[in-house]
């Protein structure tokens, strides 16, 4: 490998790491706020008898942008559903080509759920929201930009998705196990 290729590999890595951790943190503090918000609407409500009247309407918006967010993480972790039965009785090139067409028909939806998810934001944004007035949009963002995200995850994902060493966990308690031993 040449000192270009070591420094292109580095770069990526790095825009890898940057990107994962940027999303997860982005993640965590759009859940942070929705249970915030909702614990305080929920007080406020019970023992004030006063309602946030916004506070419904931003936590559902947040939480379409974590689901859509937190898919590529998820991705990344082989938390998705998915049936390998008969994936895992193929002989090893049977499979290795089986995971590419499963891998190319993930990237060509989610390259038409990106586009077809901005030209219906960009219809929907002269729609405002009922509560807070904001262009219907900005909520609708949510699915392109997690499709874009999920794609680059896979990218990233994709050769070692290939060769069977992107593996998901038996389960989460195995994992947690595994963690704690």
Known sequence: MSEGDVGKYRREETFERVLVTLNRWIVIAMMAVMVVLVFVNVVCRYIFNHSIIWAEEVSQYLMVWVVFLAAGLALRQGRH??????????????????????ALMLILFMGILTVLGFRFARFAWDQESPVLNIPLGIPYLAVPIGALLLMIHLF???????????EAPESLEAEIDEEVL
């Open 156 to 166: 990233f994902l994709y050769r070692a998705y290939l060769d069977g060493r992107y």
């Open 81 to 102: 559903v998915a049936i390998e039965m008969l994936q895992d009785r193929l002989p090893s090139r049977a499979r290795r080509m089986t995971r590419h067409l499963v």
